[in-house]
């Protein structure tokens, strides 16, 4: 405690120690380095278009303007809220059944969900009576009540507004949302709902039907699209604020004035297991946002307010080992209330793969509580204030958004820039290299491309003719729809590949020959069962064989498919010629590593195939599979 009446010096910690300058740092990792290049060593190359450092000083944030800038005040960097962070609880459930529908929403309305998101079918034209059924029980101000229901979003509106006054509820106090967005009807299918010019005279129409409910919002910008088709964290960022640019453009040429559009914008972002860039990601949408809208000359800087709400990413997830779905979206929803979002949805581990089951719905919920009730992550507003790493990462990923955006605004907006093609060839070179990334093992999907459950096997009981969505295509296609995937599908087709052959004929094996040095044997075991494994093949592990007769004998009684040979590059001239001859061709042999200075003279004496840490996994599995018959 300081006694100013005194004027006493505030204690200094560490002031005994001198100093280090970056020069200082920078001089000992060189050295450390002994000669190997920094740059290739210690700078994270990203897809996002900027190097990321291996630290990072208060001098970083030298160029950065907004530093000083509290929590709730312009441009909203550090949160558009002054004294919590709290945010909404959303689960969505599909009405198929309205009775159902409703009782499943009050079922988890006692849960701890306070968002619902009622998933409508779009072609279908709802009446008053239906939507009241709906919302029975529902008391609409306290629950932030969110209709997806696309082009049937004015008729929506209108019914859930008249049935608001019919139950004389609060205006001020009624949250959510219709979501309305032929923008994003454009991204998904490659045509708008009607015509383009009605599309937008609609924005504007359903603006000024909820211009008396000041926090319900009605466009949405789905930008989470881009990340479902293998964006980088920066593309999704800048088409998502061109994408919202184009709805202020086009609203307000048709007179109505930015103080009414821009609140009724609702970015929907999706959130990957890019844990730091997410963070920063949702910082920077405020920042950029706030940016956007101030160029329009709004009367208040409150207008220039960004409302977000997080989705967890499809793209990441996987058919294989999906409870680590529930480790990744664990992360995301960290990622995503730190930076400061409105609202959240967990997606259901297993929603990619069939209808989420009551277990994996209560998982999706309860990981979210836990990060409000247990973690606290609702008290402190923007907790990554001050980071050196995460300020210099929403600096930069707002930068390089800006540069795209502004490449956009060029082309005469987003809707021009999408017809014209560029958002889908810069998301699909992105998406291909993230694709190869995955291949290579240098993006790891962790029991997909690596660490597999070797135990874990597709039965009878799975729907072999499942497919991933596809793009259909529909009349009046002004554009190329986007393509939603996910990364890790191609590698899990080789493995439904083996699941499928597996149930009319033997697995195939992967068997390791190990021999020699004891260290290199068990890393290429290790190394080469984790790769088979990948694939769904059976692995046959052993500790290690005295001679090569041995583990050739072993390898041949085991009836594997393949034989792995695991031992020191030294080895491999003598020990592999002989166990290629001894298997006479009742298996496939495949050495571990690749020995480069005797690499020529194995292919030389018939042995063709090599694994390590440079092969495409995709492409070399999908041999092997051809090798031993098996067609996807």
Same mark, same amino acid.
């Given at each position: 405690?300081?006694?100013?009446?005194?004027?006493?010096?505030?204690?200094?910690?560490?002031?005994?120690?001198?100093?280090?300058? =970056?020069?200082?740092?920078?001089?000992?990792?060189?050295?450390?380095?002994?000669?190997?290049?920094?740059?290739?060593?210690?700078?994270?190359?990203?897809?996002?278009?900027?190097?990321?450092?291996?630290?990072?000083?208060?001098?970083?944030?030298?160029?950065?303007?907004?530093?000083?800038?509290?929590?709730?005040?312009?441009?909203?960097?550090?949160?558009?809220?002054?004294?919590?962070?709290?945010?909404?609880?959303?689960?969505?459930?599909?009405?198929?059944?309205?009775?159902?529908?409703?009782?499943?929403?009050?079922?988890?309305?006692?849960?701890?969900?306070?968002?619902?998101?009622?998933?409508?079918?779009?072609?279908?034209?709802?009446?008053?009576?239906?939507?009241?059924?709906?919302?029975?029980?529902?008391?609409?101000?306290?629950?932030?009540?969110?209709?997806?229901?696309?082009?049937?979003?004015?008729?929506?509106?209108?019914?859930?507004?008249?049935?608001?006054?019919?139950?004389?509820?609060?205006?001020?106090?009624?949250?959510?949302?219709?979501?309305?967005?032929?923008?994003?009807?454009?991204?998904?299918?490659?045509?708008?709902?009607?015509?383009?010019?009605?599309?937008?005279?609609?924005?504007?129409?359903?603006?000024?039907?909820?211009?008396?409910?000041?926090?319900?919002?009605?466009?949405?910008?789905?930008?989470?699209?881009?990340?479902?088709?293998?964006? %980088?964290?920066?593309?999704?960022?800048?088409?998502?604020?061109?994408?919202?640019?184009?709805?202020?453009?086009?609203?307000?040429?048709?007179?109505?004035?930015?103080?009414?559009?821009?609140?009724?914008?609702?970015?929907?972002?999706?959130?990957?297991?890019?844990?730091?860039?997410?963070?920063?990601?949702?910082?920077?949408?405020?920042?950029?946002?706030?940016?956007?809208?101030?160029?329009?000359?709004?009367?208040?800087?409150?207008?220039?307010?960004?409302?977000?709400?997080?989705?967890?990413?499809?793209?990441?997830?996987?058919?294989?080992?999906?409870?680590?779905?529930?480790?990744?979206? =664990?992360?995301?929803?960290?990622?995503?209330?730190?930076?400061?979002?409105?609202?959240?949805?967990?997606?259901?581990?297993?929603?990619?793969?069939?209808?989420?089951?009551?277990?994996?719905?209560?998982?999706?919920?309860?990981?979210?509580?836990?990060?409000?009730?247990? %973690?606290?992550?609702?008290?402190?507003?923007?907790?990554?204030?001050?980071?050196?790493?995460?300020?210099?990462?929403?600096?930069?990923?707002?930068?390089?958004?800006?540069?795209?955006?502004?490449?956009?605004?060029?082309?005469?907006?987003?809707?021009?820039?999408?017809?014209?093609?560029?958002?889908?060839?810069?998301?699909?070179?992105?998406?291909?290299?993230?694709?190869?990334?995955?291949?290579?093992?240098?993006?790891?999907?962790?029991?997909?491309?690596?660490?597999?459950?070797?135990?874990?096997?597709?039965?009878?009981?799975?729907?072999?003719?499942?497919?991933?969505?596809?793009?259909?295509?529909?009349?009046?296609?002004?554009?190329?729809?986007?393509?939603?995937?996910?990364?890790?599908?191609?590698?899990?087709?080789?493995?439904?590949?083996?699941?499928?052959?597996?149930?009319?004929?033997?697995?195939?094996?992967?068997?390791?020959?190990?021999?020699?040095?004891?260290?290199?044997?068990?890393?290429?075991?290790?190394?080469?069962?984790?790769?088979?494994?990948?694939?769904?093949?059976?692995?046959?592990?052993?500790?290690?064989?005295?001679?090569?007769?041995?583990?050739?004998?072993?390898?041949?009684?085991?009836?594997?498919?393949?034989?792995?040979?695991?031992?020191?590059?030294?080895?491999?001239?003598?020990?592999?010629?002989?166990?290629?001859?001894?298997?006479?061709?009742?298996?496939?042999?495949?050495?571990?590593?690749?020995?480069?200075?005797?690499?020529?003279?194995?292919?030389?004496?018939?042995?063709?195939?090599?694994?390590?840490?440079?092969?495409?996994?995709?492409?070399?599995?999908?041999?092997?599979?051809?090798?031993?018959?098996?067609?996807?």
């Amino acid at each position: 405690m300081i006694d100013k009446s005194k004027n006493e010096e505030p204690i200094r910690l560490f002031e005994e120690f001198p100093p280090v300058s =970056t020069k200082e740092w920078e001089e000992l990792i060189v050295a450390d380095l002994k000669g190997a290049d920094y740059e290739r060593k210690l700078l994270w190359k990203t897809i996002e278009g900027f190097d990321v450092k291996p630290y990072y000083r208060s001098e970083d944030l030298k160029k950065i303007n907004y530093l000083n800038v509290f929590p709730g005040d312009f441009p909203f960097v550090r949160s558009g809220r002054k004294k919590e962070n709290n945010w909404f609880i959303r689960q969505d459930i599909r009405v198929d059944d309205i009775k159902q529908a409703n009782k499943k929403a009050l079922d988890i309305l006692m849960k701890g969900i306070d968002s619902l998101g009622w998933l409508l079918d779009p072609e279908k034209e709802p009446d008053i009576d239906e939507i009241e059924q709906l919302m029975e029980n529902i008391y609409a101000q306290i629950v932030q009540v969110n209709f997806v229901c696309g082009r049937q979003a004015h008729k929506v509106l209108n019914i859930y507004l008249e049935l608001v006054k019919k139950y004389n509820r609060d205006l001020e106090k009624i949250h959510g949302s219709v979501d309305f967005d032929p923008i994003g009807n454009l991204i998904a299918t490659g045509a708008f709902y009607l015509t383009e010019k009605n599309d937008f005279e609609a924005c504007a129409k359903i603006i000024k039907a909820s211009s008396h409910v000041p926090h319900f919002r009605t466009l949405a910008v789905n930008a989470y699209l881009f990340k479902n088709a293998g964006s %980088s964290i920066v593309e999704e960022l800048a088409f998502g604020m061109a994408y919202g640019n184009e709805y202020l453009q086009r609203v307000t040429e048709q007179g109505i004035s930015i103080d009414d559009v821009a609140p009724n914008l609702k970015f929907h972002f999706g959130v990957s297991s890019n844990y730091f860039m997410e963070i920063a990601k949702i910082r920077a949408a405020r920042l950029l946002w706030a940016k956007i809208v101030n160029a329009y000359g709004p009367s208040d800087a409150e207008f220039t307010r960004t409302h977000i709400h997080s989705i967890t990413s499809d793209w990441n997830k996987t058919l294989y080992d999906p409870y680590v779905n529930m480790l990744r979206s =664990t992360t995301e929803a960290m990622s995503a209330v730190i930076g400061g979002t409105n609202s959240l949805t967990i997606r259901p581990f297993d929603v990619i793969f069939r209808t989420p089951s009551e277990f994996s719905e209560r998982i999706a919920r309860n990981q979210q509580l836990l990060l409000k009730e247990e %973690s606290y992550l609702d008290k402190i507003v923007d907790p990554a204030a001050g980071s050196y790493y995460i300020e210099s990462l929403t600096d930069s990923i707002a930068e390089q958004a800006w540069k795209i955006f502004l490449e956009i605004m060029d082309m005469g907006g987003f809707v021009a820039a999408f017809k014209k093609g560029f958002v889908q060839k810069k998301i699909k070179k992105t998406a291909a290299d993230r694709d190869i990334a995955i291949a290579n093992r240098r993006e790891i999907l962790v029991g997909t491309n690596q660490y597999p459950n070797f135990t874990e096997y597709l039965d009878k009981s799975f729907n072999w003719q499942y497919q991933e969505p596809l793009n259909i295509p529909v009349a009046n296609q002004e554009a190329e729809p986007l393509r939603v995937y996910r990364g890790a599908q191609q590698i899990e087709k080789l493995r439904i590949a083996t699941d499928k052959y597996a149930l009319s004929a033997r697995r195939p094996a992967a068997f390791m020959l190990t021999y020699g040095n004891l260290a290199m044997r068990r890393a290429r075991s290790q190394f080469s069962g984790n790769f088979f494994g990948c694939a769904g093949y059976t692995i046959i592990d052993n500790n290690g064989f005295k001679t090569v007769d041995e583990g050739v004998d072993a390898a041949l009684k085991s009836q594997a498919e393949i034989i792995v040979i695991c031992a020191a590059d030294e080895d491999y001239p003598v020990i592999a010629p002989e166990i290629l001859e001894k298997t006479g061709g009742k298996a496939i042999v495949v050495i571990a590593g690749y020995p480069k200075d005797s690499v020529e003279e194995l292919k030389n004496k018939g042995l063709k195939h090599f694994i390590h840490i440079k092969s495409n996994l995709l492409e070399t599995l999908g041999e092997f599979q051809k090798l031993i018959g098996i067609t996807a």
